[in-house]
């Protein structure tokens, strides 16, 4: 059974820096990444890394977020610096699984930034 444990999160002002992780179980898995959906807003990608270590980020976060994985343990870190008011949402873990590409969901986890 694939699980999904998230962790991280907070509040913290505008310029700050907070970290989310997560650690995933249950299977192998090809890709790992976060998402975020703020109120009213459709869920979107944010960061993402394969397990050769290519990396995705939406535009609106280079530069300032990085994500980094540990194949190993099955963990994945988002480092946000820099953050901004619009970063607020909640940031969902997401892992794909070797093979069959099946998409799983941690539970979430709130970034508040406050300006």
């Known amino acids: 059974q694939v699980q999904l444990v998230e962790s991280g999160g907070g509040l913290v002002q505008a310029g700050g820096s907070l970290r989310v992780s997560c650690a995933a179980s249950?299977?192998?898995?090809?890709?790992m990444g976060w998402y975020r959906q703020a109120p009213g807003k459709q869920r979107e990608l944010v960061a993402s890394i394969s397990s050769a270590g290519s990396t995705i980020y939406t535009d609106s976060v280079k530069g300032r977020f990085t994500i980094s994985a540990d194949n190993a343990k099955n963990t994945v870190r988002l480092q946000m610096n820099s953050l901004k008011p619009e970063d607020t949402a909640v940031y969902y873990c997401?892992?794909?699984?070797?093979?069959?590409?099946?998409?799983?969901w941690g539970q979430g986890t709130q970034v508040t930034v406050s300006s």
């Open positions: 249950g299977s192998i898995f090809s890709a």
């Open positions: 997401n892992a794909v699984t070797r093979g069959l590409s099946r998409s799983y």
